[in-house]
């Protein structure tokens, strides 16, 4: 079966540090971009970070640009978010997603449960 | 940025109205436009890419269209299950924007 699981949220005090997995299954894991989505709650959808397949190259929103950091370990299926630096603002369901499409018009087709991420004092 | 703004935020519709849900680009974005259902709890369904194509397994009833700045998502029937928050969101290069969304609600 085709799905992507994320883990690792949490509540953390602002300031603080949290690492987000996303395990994927039943495709070809490297061969795909993925990406990361929040939604604050109650919110809209908000695209926070990209990266290729082959890992290289990463992109970022502007709201989380030095803050997040997007990485991925192929032999693993896996897509990993750290967040540093953590603000009340950061805090929402943050969405594992793959992409599909031919670089650079790729377009999320396949999305996880979500995990939750709470900043607060 | 390209900026998404969509209309209405929130429609009240009954099952069987033929709904339109309108979504603008602040500069073109080509035909590089997805559409997404989403239902509460739940994550994001694709249901449309590159502005008018319909993703496999999604019904029939929900077409797009446009180009340029301004597109559309169209449910030709409602149905019971098409009551979600549906958004728009652009693709035209290494940046993604979604719209805010539009709530479509039982009238």
């Known amino acids: 079966e085709v799905q992507l699981l994320e883990s690792g949220g949490g509540l953390v005090q602002p300031g603080e540090s949290l690492r987000l997995s996303c395990a994927a299954s039943?495709?070809?894991?490297?061969?795909?971009?993925m990406g990361w989505v929040r939604q604050a709650p109650g919110e809209g959808l908000e695209w926070v970070s990209t990266?290729?397949?082959?890992?290289?190259?990463?992109y970022y929103a502007d709201s989380v640009k030095g803050r997040f950091t997007i990485s991925r370990d192929n032999s693993r299926d896996t897509l990993y978010l750290q967040l540093n630096s953590l603000r009340d603002e950061d805090t929402a369901i943050y969405y594992c997603?793959?992409?599909?499409?031919?670089?650079?018009?790729?377009?999320?087709?396949?999305w996880g449960r979500g995990t939750l991420v709470t900043v607060s004092s | 940025d390209i900026q998404m703004t969509q209309s209405p935020s929130t429609l009240s519709a009954s099952v069987g109205d033929r709904v339109t849900i309108t979504c603008r680009a602040s500069?073109?974005?080509?035909?590089?436009l997805a559409w997404y259902q989403q239902k509460p709890g739940k994550a994001p369904k694709l249901l449309i890419y590159?502005?008018?194509s319909l993703e496999s397994g999604v019904p029939s009833r929900f077409s797009g269209s446009g180009s340029g700045t301004e597109f559309t998502l169209t449910i030709s029937s409602l149905q019971p299950d098409d009551f979600a928050t549906y958004y728009c969101?652009?693709?035209?290069?290494?940046?993604?924007?979604f719209g805010q969304g539009t709530k479509v609600e039982i009238k």
């Open positions: 500069q073109s974005v080509s035909s590089w």
């Open positions: 590159k502005a008018s």
């Open positions: 990266l290729r397949g082959s890992g290289t190259d990463t």
């Open positions: 997603a793959k992409y599909r499409g031919a670089a650079p018009y790729w377009y999320f087709d396949l």
């Open positions: 039943g495709f070809t894991f490297s061969t795909y971009a």
């Open positions: 969101q652009q693709y035209n290069g290494y940046l993604w924007t």
